[in-house]
């Protein structure tokens, strides 16, 4: 039996507090797990906001789509980075599907969709849209009612990273009752089969304010904001409760999240080991702490640089591939895999091991188009952040490049599925941000793709296909083993 599904996005949260810290002030999100099937959803390596959303909505591999992260060389130059927006998506949407099968589709903050590209329904762009000067609708006119009913859309907030938590925490509410008042207006006056929305705030929150909220933090700070995120969580449930209900006892809901969160423990600075190694050589070492952009590298005598962010991108300087290219071809795999076992035994400030991995491309998607990173490096399973700056001779640091930001990104999101037909509240595991799209299509009465390669979840735990590669499944199995679960 064919479906209207309601599929809420919650960027960036953890199952460590929907499933189990904030589960008792969530009672609407817990009534879709007690009558549903839930469990944790492995996201994509690297585990960001872009690719993962798009690997969730396609159920393709970041390599495959052609985009590791939200900025991404464009070409084989030094320095020429551009932000992933909707014309990088080659790969059919879950929408553009549902579109072409004469479903009604409303999409409302769903990353990595600007510029708004035509569906069979409306759309209201993310939070990469430069802003509401831009037009961030499809149609065009949706902006104008938009403006009729909230003022000001908020797109995002202005800038999450700043000590001025009382601004922020105000934006925060501000931005999530704008798009939720817009999102029931949506579902009020529209005709739609699939509705989703994808609310920011949980991310923003989370780098802002996780500092307060966890004892274990480096920088805990009890006090006035230590019920800050949970506070949220309340105020996010009572809006998840009012879209359930406006979306009928007939329409499926999921609740996903396309990555989880954790504390940070500080910054590994990448670029400045390089240097001290001797893989990145610097006509002028700048005396204080400066992004690599804004520094003459000698390129003739470069082996490696990298790119910072809550994990770490390495580029290898291959003659023939880059401008100015060092490493021969035929030594390429040799200095990979040194670079590799070199990165990963980075101990912490006090000499101690940290569980860093670096994955090859080739080895954990089934493409690599684009230009992708030679290795993606997780800095101590991501309790530890890449920096990309240059200048003042340290290795660690436990202050932000970018700016104030307590928390780093997790390999798992949530997910959870209510087919409004009564179910016992059990937990699956083995789920994959791939497996989205083809359970959506399945609870519409649609067929799978084909090349989707994510499964079908129906109860219990994913069917129908496979989720990982040989190579995907070895990794996560070491992983799982690494954090000790096996």
């Known amino acids: ?48 906001t872009v690719p993962a959303w798009m690997s969730m909505m396609t159920s ?22 551009a932000v992933a927006n909707s014309r990088l998506v080659r790969e059919d949407t879950l929408w553009d599907i549902l579109s072409v099968a004469g ?37 065009a006119e949706l902006k104008q009612e938009i403006a009729g009913l909230v003022g000001e859309y908020m797109l995002d907030v202005r800038d999450f990273r700043t000590e001025n938590k009382d601004d922020l925490l105000s934006q925060i509410y501000e931005m999530t009752e704008k798009r939720m008042k817009v999102a029931q207006h949506l579902m009020r006056t529209r005709e739609w089969d699939y509705f989703m929305v994808v609310e920011m705030g949980t991310d923003r929150i989370h780098h802002g304010f996780w500092r307060f909220m966890d004892r274990t933090h480096r920088k805990y700070e009890p006090g006035k904001y230590e019920h800050a995120i949970r506070d949220y969580y309340r105020y996010l449930d009572r809006e998840i409760g009012a879209l359930v209900d406006l979306a009928g006892p007939e329409t499926a809901v999921a609740v996903v999240s396309d990555h989880g969160a ?14 001290r190694e001797g893989y990145l050589k610097l006509k002028a070492v700048p005396e204080r702490p400066t992004p690599l952009e804004q520094v003459e590298v000698d390129w003739d005598n470069t082996v490696a640089w990298g790119a910072g962010g809550y994990y770490a991108r390495i580029f290898l300087n291959v003659k023939g591939r880059e401008p100015q290219g060092v490493v021969d071809p035929a030594d390429y795999e040799r200095v990979r895999d040194e670079l590799a076992e070199r990165l990963q035994a980075i101990p912490d400030e006090k000499g101690r091991p940290i569980p860093t991995q670096a994955f090859k491309p080739q080895e954990i998607y089934r493409a690599c188009n684009g230009v992708p990173p030679d290795l993606i490096v997780y800095f101590g399973d991501l309790l530890w952040r890449s920096i990309g700056q240059v200048g003042g001779g340290a290795i660690h ?31 699956a595991e083995g789920l994959h941000l791939r497996d989205v799209a083809p359970t959506v299509l399945h609870l519409m009465g649609l067929p799978v793709p084909e090349d989707m390669t994510g499964r079908v979840i129906t109860g219990g735990d994913a069917q129908e296909g496979q989720v990982y590669t040989a190579a995907e499944e070895e990794i996560i199995q070491k992983r799982l083993k690494d954090l000790g679960y096996l």
């Open 103 to 139: 479903k009604r589709v409303v999409l409302l903050g769903v990353p990595q969709t600007y510029p708004p590209k035509p569906v069979n329904g409306c759309m209201i762009t993310s939070f990469l849209t430069p802003s509401i000067e831009s037009q961030y609708t499809y149609p």
């Open 60 to 81: 393709k591999d970041p390599g495959v789509l052609g985009f590791y992260g939200i900025r991404n060389r464009t070409d084989r130059s030094y320095h020429k980075m």
């Open 397 to 427: 640091t436990f202050e932000n490049d970018t700016g104030p930001d307590d928390a780093n990104h997790a390999q798992h999101g949530i997910f959870i599925l209510n087919d409004r037909r009564g179910g016992r509240g059990e937990r």
């Open 262 to 275: 954790k504390r940070i423990d500080g910054g590994i600075c990448v670029n400045e080991w390089l240097v």
């Open 1 to 48: 039996m064919s479906q209207k599904v309601l599929l809420i996005g919650l960027d960036c949260a953890p199952p460590e507090l929907v499933f189990e810290a904030f589960l008792d002030d969530m009672p609407n999100v817990r009534r879709l797990m007690e009558t549903g099937v839930y469990g944790p959803l492995e996201s994509t390596i690297p585990a960001i």
